[in-house]
């Protein structure tokens, strides 16, 4: 099991950019599949972005599409999400997870599905 770190978040107004990182400590996290997941205040957690072991297959929910990019380095162990023309909907808390298996487009963004998570960083955006 991984330990998971986040850090990046603040407050920006609209149209504003933030860049999430997510430092993880373990072994082999090279081989872990990583997702960004959000949960709003009095709503469920929502996954935000997923990327495989490689990096070489990125997933994104529709409401971050076009805006989001998720990405890792596995040589530093460290995930990012760089946040683009945020929106007041996209405030919430930020968390990130790992799992050892792989996903699908069916799987990534369901919660259950990893096995370790991160405290969270808030990101707040004001019109």
């Known amino acids: 099991q991984l330990q998971l770190v986040e850090s990046g978040g603040g407050s920006v107004q609209a149209g504003g950019s933030l860049r999430l990182s997510c430092a993880v400590s373990g072994d082999r996290y090279s081989k872990y599949y990583m997702a960004w997941f959000r949960q709003a205040p009095g709503k469920e957690r929502e996954g935000v972005a997923g990327?495989?072991?490689?990096?070489?297959?990125?997933l994104y929910a529709d409401s971050v599409k076009g805006r989001f990019i998720i990405s890792r380095d596995n040589d530093k162990k460290t995930l990012y999400l760089q946040m683009n023309n945020l929106k007041p909907e996209d405030t919430a808390m930020y968390s990130c997870?790992?799992?050892?298996?792989?996903?699908?487009?069916?799987?990534?963004?369901?919660?259950?599905?990893?096995?370790?998570w991160g405290q969270g960083t808030q990101v707040t955006v004001s019109s």
């Open positions: 990327i495989s072991s490689s990096a070489g297959t990125t």
């Open positions: 997870a790992a799992d050892p298996f792989p996903k699908s487009t069916g799987s990534w963004y369901r919660p259950e599905n990893y096995r370790s």
